[in-house]
């Protein structure tokens, strides 16, 4: 017998992968979590039947969405995290010793707590000290803060779902009002390439713009997620992503990273015309 | 026909046979199931097309009810703790129109607050009617108008002992309820009915922490609108009656305007949401209280705005307050309610239910999501953000005590003459004036024209509320009576 989980990319794209075995089955409050174990990209997290991350790709995702903005702002000291309770983006994170905290807001703790038991590789930092979780929806969280963080993540499912409140003007501009002069914020921002997910892509890049002096978009390839394509939003009250790159200051660190690099973050800012175009549309 | 249960839902389970057996129409809608025109089904759905036919023998007529549309009715009426229910396709509109045909005549009085709906002094110029306006209660900070004061009430019985009636909005669109029990005893006792608008309160009756229903207060009448906070399709509504009232005739008032060709959908929709209500009610408007509970902490937590609730209540004008409202008082942060909902929705993607000069009221429900609720605070927290202004200039008063010179009907029929807005000072008005929503006449016809109703709507259309009522659809011109 072979069993197959499909996900899909569109309404007439599906994107399948073979299973081994189911490692778990839960209906929270808020959202259908299962995770699988596969064949071809190992442990999977899927809410609500939509592929989430993959053991064997999520590290390209959460490498691009925190080291780009480490490497530009020179002295972070505290982050917030909205969604990502899988904690992938926190892994990456506490592999700065500049970071003093990190607020992560999860509005689902049953995502972090069966990530734990079943998702090791992304979930083995959350309990690093510096980490404070809250389990309560990101947009309320957000607006009771002012010139507080250094860095927003926005590591958020699809714009259609629990994490639709998100994807809004009124968050973003909630976080400008929660980072600190010359914070970052930079925002899962979907794919370009599929008709389905243009406007999600186009809104939310026109949402910052209107809070953010600069605002840019940058890209990443993720096998897993849909056409593999795949943009952030990097926006900020001072920084520009490019020139205010601090390489030099980056490498002294000596992280270690599977996808990221100096020279793949200059690259990663330089975007195709189709994209361009959208964004300009 | 024996008792059926609240679980059943005849009208529906009729329409939905009709449909399963196949019939051959050769009757109207001439659509036939929407194989006339295909892109209707594309738009509507195959299913919703196959619903909509007409009046046939298995599916009663509503103008003369013998089976499952008087099943169904009957269903209602228990549900909703009335002696008869009538399924209305014309709006809730129609049923206050019907309340007031089927209690005063031509040249009879009425008591009624001036803050009604346009639907209520329609009826009026309609059948001639004469209106005996109460002075609604006012909150100063606020500036709203609140419910009627039972003094007043007592007052207005005392003057006019011939009035047939008193009409109560149970609550206002603010969610203010005036003291109906009281009011109540009071016009009974000098043989008046009481007729309950709750166009706004078909919740009361299927949840103890919000304000006494009017079948429970002993209301004569009262005109339910389902489909406002009760969950069926827009424009069905329902009517209630106690045995005080003959049903025959009051089903003969309402076929002299409702349409003979009732709307299924709209019906069967009152009958699947009369059996959610009865069984599901409670929860659900216990949601809602929480939802409004929640956004009143919150809304009130960002500083500036005033969500209000329940402690607005006074013990006489503002008897209770219903709570599963949430108007928001802007007037604190240098924005009229209208500036704050076209931004909401402009900028924001939020529609709300309306704005006036100094709030803005969002209608929650059972079917609302917690992250909308918190799009909707989180939004007003950055309109105070990014727009809060000086509210030094802001008009701040909403109700203005009327002078009524003629009925309405002798007004609107009168001969008429249009001036400009500006010269119409002192004129008596032939014609309706009101921001729609909340649709409460700034002006009546049969009421003259003050210097501060001039005011009132120069400051309205200047902030831009959506005006209505007069022939000059921009409102530059009025016709006063000659």
């Given at each position: 017998?072979?069993?197959?989980?499909?996900?899909?990319?569109?309404?007439?794209?599906?994107?399948?992968?073979?299973?081994?075995?189911?490692?778990?089955?839960?209906?929270?409050?808020?959202?259908?979590?299962?995770?699988?174990?596969?064949?071809?990209?190992?442990?999977?997290?899927?809410?609500?039947?939509?592929?989430?991350?993959?053991?064997?790709?999520?590290?390209?995702?959460?490498?691009?969405?925190?080291?780009?903005?480490?490497?530009?702002?020179?002295?972070?000291?505290?982050?917030?995290?909205?969604?990502?309770?899988?904690?992938?983006?926190?892994?990456?994170?506490?592999?700065?010793?500049?970071?003093?905290?990190?607020?992560?807001?999860?509005?689902?703790?049953?995502?972090?707590?069966?990530?734990?038991?079943?998702?090791?590789?992304?979930?083995?930092?959350?309990?690093?000290?510096?980490?404070?979780?809250?389990?309560?929806?990101?947009?309320?969280?957000?607006?009771?803060?002012?010139?507080?963080?250094?860095?927003?993540?926005?590591?958020?499912?699809?714009?259609?779902?629990?994490?639709?409140?998100?994807?809004?003007?009124?968050?973003?501009?909630?976080?400008?009002?929660?980072?600190?002069?010359?914070?970052?914020?930079?925002?899962?921002?979907?794919?370009?390439?599929?008709?389905?997910?243009?406007?999600?892509?186009?809104?939310?890049?026109?949402?910052?713009?209107?809070?953010?002096?600069?605002?840019?978009?940058?890209?990443?390839?993720?096998?897993?997620?849909?056409?593999?394509?795949?943009?952030?939003?990097?926006?900020?009250?001072?920084?520009?992503?490019?020139?205010?790159?601090?390489?030099?200051?980056?490498?002294?660190?000596?992280?270690?990273?599977?996808?990221?690099?100096?020279?793949?973050?200059?690259?990663?800012?330089?975007?195709?015309?189709?994209?361009?175009?959208?964004?300009?549309? | 026909?024996?008792?059926?249960?609240?679980?059943?839902?005849?009208?529906?389970?009729?329409?939905?046979?009709?449909?399963?057996?196949?019939?051959?129409?050769?009757?109207?809608?001439?659509?036939?199931?929407?194989?006339?025109?295909?892109?209707?089904?594309?738009?509507?759905?195959?299913?919703?097309?196959?619903?909509?036919?007409?009046?046939?023998?298995?599916?009663?007529?509503?103008?003369?009810?013998?089976?499952?549309?008087?099943?169904?009715?009957?269903?209602?009426?228990?549900?909703?703790?009335?002696?008869?229910?009538?399924?209305?396709?014309?709006?809730?509109?129609?049923?206050?129109?019907?309340?007031?045909?089927?209690?005063?005549?031509?040249?009879?009085?009425?008591?009624?607050?001036?803050?009604?709906?346009?639907?209520?002094?329609?009826?009026?110029?309609?059948?001639?009617?004469?209106?005996?306006?109460?002075?609604?209660?006012?909150?100063?900070?606020?500036?709203?108008?609140?419910?009627?004061?039972?003094?007043?009430?007592?007052?207005?019985?005392?003057?006019?002992?011939?009035?047939?009636?008193?009409?109560?909005?149970?609550?206002?669109?603010?969610?203010?309820?005036?003291?109906?029990?009281?009011?109540?005893?009071?016009?009974?006792?000098?043989?008046?009915?009481?007729?309950?608008?709750?166009?706004?309160?078909?919740?009361?009756?299927?949840?103890?922490?919000?304000?006494?229903?009017?079948?429970?207060?002993?209301?004569?009448?009262?005109?339910?609108?389902?489909?406002?906070?009760?969950?069926?399709?827009?424009?069905?509504?329902?009517?209630?009656?106690?045995?005080?009232?003959?049903?025959?005739?009051?089903?003969?008032?309402?076929?002299?305007?409702?349409?003979?060709?009732?709307?299924?959908?709209?019906?069967?929709?009152?009958?699947?949401?009369?059996?959610?209500?009865?069984?599901?009610?409670?929860?659900?408007?216990?949601?809602?209280?929480?939802?409004?509970?929640?956004?009143?902490?919150?809304?009130?937590?960002?500083?500036?705005?005033?969500?209000?609730?329940?402690?607005?209540?006074?013990?006489?004008?503002?008897?209770?307050?219903?709570?599963?409202?949430?108007?928001?008082?802007?007037?604190?942060?240098?924005?009229?309610?209208?500036?704050?909902?076209?931004?909401?929705?402009?900028?924001?993607?939020?529609?709300?239910?309306?704005?006036?000069?100094?709030?803005?009221?969002?209608?929650?429900?059972?079917?609302?999501?917690?992250?909308?609720?918190?799009?909707?605070?989180?939004?007003?927290?950055?309109?105070?953000?990014?727009?809060?202004?000086?509210?030094?200039?802001?008009?701040?008063?909403?109700?203005?005590?009327?002078?009524?010179?003629?009925?309405?009907?002798?007004a609107?029929?009168?001969?008429k003459t249009t001036v400009p807005l500006r010269d119409s000072l002192g004129r008596i008005a032939g014609e309706f004036v009101m921001?729609?929503?909340?649709?409460?006449p700034i002006l009546a016809p049969?009421e003259r024209v003050?210097?501060?109703i001039l005011?009132?709507i120069e400051?309205?259309k200047?902030?831009?509320?959506?005006m209505t009522g007069p022939q000059d659809m921009n409102i530059d011109n009025i016709q006063v009576v000659?």
């Amino acid at each position: 017998m072979e069993l197959w989980y499909t996900d899909k990319h569109t309404e007439d794209v599906n994107f399948s992968i073979k299973v081994k075995k189911q490692l778990a089955s839960h209906r929270s409050e808020i959202q259908q979590i299962d995770i699988l174990d596969t064949y071809g990209f190992g442990r999977v997290l899927v809410l609500d039947g939509d592929l989430m991350i993959t053991e064997k790709d999520e590290y390209i995702y959460h490498e691009m969405m925190t080291h780009v903005p480490m490497a530009v702002h020179p002295h972070v000291e505290s982050v917030l995290v909205v969604g990502g309770g899988d904690g992938g983006t926190v892994r990456e994170l506490v592999k700065y010793p500049g970071i003093k905290e990190i607020d992560l807001v999860e509005s689902d703790k049953e995502v972090v707590t069966l990530a734990s038991i079943h998702l090791p590789f992304t979930a083995c930092k959350l309990r690093d000290p510096r980490v404070r979780m809250h389990f309560e929806e990101g947009l309320r969280f957000v607006r009771a803060k002012k010139d507080a963080y250094d860095l927003i993540i926005v590591d958020c499912p699809d714009p259609y779902g629990p994490a639709e409140g998100l994807f809004t003007r009124e968050f973003y501009g909630n976080c400008c009002n929660a980072l600190k002069d010359d914070g970052i914020l930079i925002n899962q921002h979907e794919s370009p390439f599929y008709a389905a997910h243009q406007t999600s892509v186009k809104n939310a890049h026109q949402h910052i713009a209107i809070e953010f002096p600069v605002s840019t978009v940058y890209q990443c390839h993720i096998p897993s997620y849909p056409s593999g394509h795949w943009l952030f939003g990097f926006a900020s009250l001072k920084y520009d992503p490019v020139r205010d790159l601090d390489a030099v200051r980056w490498e002294k660190l000596g992280i270690t990273t599977r996808y990221y690099n100096t020279e793949l973050h200059r690259g990663a800012f330089a975007l195709p015309n189709y994209v361009r175009e959208l964004l300009k549309s | 026909m024996s008792r059926l249960s609240q679980q059943a839902t005849p009208l529906a389970e009729a329409l939905n046979a009709q449909r399963i057996n196949r019939l051959a129409h050769f009757d109207v809608p001439g659509h036939k199931g929407g194989r006339m025109n295909p892109e209707l089904p594309d738009y509507f759905g195959k299913l919703c097309m196959s619903l909509d036919v007409n009046s046939m023998k298995s599916l009663d007529n509503l103008g003369h009810p013998v089976s499952v549309i008087k099943a169904a009715q009957e269903l209602a009426a228990e549900a909703f703790g009335a002696d008869n229910a009538f399924f209305m396709v014309n709006g809730t509109t129609s049923a206050v129109q019907t309340m007031i045909w089927a209690t005063c005549g031509r040249g009879e009085k009425i008591i009624l607050p001036r803050n009604v709906h346009r639907s209520a002094i329609n009826a009026l110029v309609v059948n001639g009617a004469l209106p005996v306006y109460i002075n609604p209660g006012r909150d100063a900070r606020l500036g709203i108008p609140l419910g009627m004061g039972v003094a007043d009430v007592q007052h207005a019985i005392e003057e006019n002992p011939d009035a047939k009636a008193v009409l109560v909005n149970n609550p206002t669109y603010y969610g203010v309820c005036s003291d109906l029990e009281t009011i109540v005893s009071v016009a009974h006792a000098a043989g008046m009915k009481v007729l309950a608008d709750e166009a706004h309160g078909t919740h009361f009756y299927f949840h103890d922490k919000l304000p006494v229903s009017g079948m429970a207060a002993g209301c004569d009448m009262a005109a339910a609108s389902l489909h406002k906070t009760g969950g069926s399709l827009t424009q069905s509504s329902i009517l209630l009656c106690n045995d005080s009232v003959n049903p025959d005739y009051v089903r003969q008032i309402i076929t002299l305007t409702q349409s003979t060709s009732a709307n299924y959908l709209l019906l069967s929709s009152l009958d699947l949401a009369r059996r959610h209500l009865y069984f599901h009610g409670r929860e659900a408007f216990g949601k809602t209280i929480a939802f409004a509970e929640y956004a009143r902490d919150e809304i009130n937590r960002l500083g500036g705005y005033y969500a209000f609730g329940p402690e607005i209540a006074n013990g006489d004008t503002c008897f209770a307050f219903d709570l599963t409202k949430l108007s928001v008082h802007t007037r604190d942060i240098g924005l009229a309610g209208i500036e704050v909902y076209d931004l909401l929705r402009d900028d924001y993607g939020i529609q709300i239910e309306f704005g006036d000069i100094g709030n803005v009221l969002a209608i929650l429900s059972a079917g609302d999501r917690r992250m909308d609720v918190e799009r909707l605070i989180s939004a007003l927290a950055e309109i105070k953000r990014l727009h809060r202004k000086d509210p030094v200039g802001l008009f701040d008063h909403e109700y203005i005590d009327p002078d009524v010179a003629m009925s309405p009907e002798a007004a609107f029929y009168a001969k008429k003459t249009t001036v400009p807005l500006r010269d119409s000072l002192g004129r008596i008005a032939g014609e309706f004036v009101m921001s729609y929503p909340p649709g409460i006449p700034i002006l009546a016809p049969g009421e003259r024209v003050t210097p501060d109703i001039l005011e009132h709507i120069e400051f309205a259309k200047a902030k831009g509320c959506f005006m209505t009522g007069p022939q000059d659809m921009n409102i530059d011109n009025i016709q006063v009576v000659a």
